[in-house]
């Protein structure tokens, strides 16, 4: 069974600062998709960024990138310039390349951006 | 399209009773999820359809949970009796297909008192 562990409960960053999320996920699969997911005080759920994990090269959408460690099992997300809509939790999340949706969820991690 | 639709936004209502909770997916997404957001165990899927056909409700915790999609554009979820541990955010997600990320409806704030 797959699982994701994000270790960092709370979080905090300054404005215009750089913060790294950590995410660590177990699998023998060698096919599957990586996501992160914001959830702001709406709790509407919106897809931030996503990895194919055949794809070495890391995923990039404006100020958030990945750093995707294939081998050790790694996917952080790096948020520039952080704003304070940013505020949120972000999920990690696993999903196999053969399922169409089935998403595998970590903790979370409650990210504070403060002025 | 208007995105994953799930109603009603939030529902309270006393242990015991009936509770139905709905969802229109996107148009032409072959998938329907839903998931549970709870503080105790965060996102935990519940059920999934393909094609209206459910394909995994091994997360569903008990025989009082039971979901439907009679049609490609309609799902419920229905909780019979509802007890105060069922208490949470129940998300529908749809997808269109292998492959692809799941879309994510505002979500039932469910309250059982």
């Known amino acids: 069974a797959q699982t994701v562990t994000q270790s960092q409960p709370e979080m905090s960053v300054q404005e215009a600062e750089t913060v790294t999320l950590s995410c660590t996920y177990d699998?023998?699969?060698?096919?599957?998709?990586l996501f992160w997911y914001k959830q702001p005080p709406s709790r509407q759920m919106i897809l931030v960024i996503r990895?194919?994990?055949?794809?070495?090269q890391n995923a990039t959408e404006n100020r958030f990138s990945v750093n995707f460690q294939k081998a050790a099992k790694s996917f952080s997300l790096k948020i520039s310039d952080s704003q304070l809509g940013d505020t949120a939790m972000y999920f990690c999340?696993?999903?196999?390349?053969?399922?169409?949706?089935?998403?595998?969820f970590g903790q979370g991690t409650e990210l504070s951006v403060k002025p | 399209d208007a995105g994953v639709i799930q109603s009603p936004r939030h529902e309270v209502t006393e242990m015991g009773q009936e509770v139905t909770l709905r969802c229109k997916p996107i148009?032409?997404?072959?998938?329907l999820f839903w998931y549970r957001q709870t503080m105790m165990r965060g996102l935990e899927l519940l059920i999934y359809?393909?094609?209206?056909?459910?394909?995994?409700d091994s997360g569903m915790p008990e025989d009082r949970f039971s979901a439907k999609m009679p049609n490609a554009s309609f799902s419920t979820l229905k909780i019979q009796p509802s007890e105060p541990r069922d208490s949470a955010v129940y998300f529908c997600a749809s997808s269109p297909g292998l492959g692809t990320e799941a879309f994510f409806g505002q979500g039932t704030r469910l309250t059982v008192v």
């Open positions: 148009s032409g997404h072959d998938y």
């Open positions: 999340a696993f999903m196999m390349r053969n399922q169409g949706g089935k998403l595998i």
């Open positions: 359809f393909n094609n209206n056909v459910p394909i995994d």
């Open positions: 990895q194919e994990a055949y794809k070495q």
């Open positions: 699998t023998s699969e060698n096919n599957y998709y």
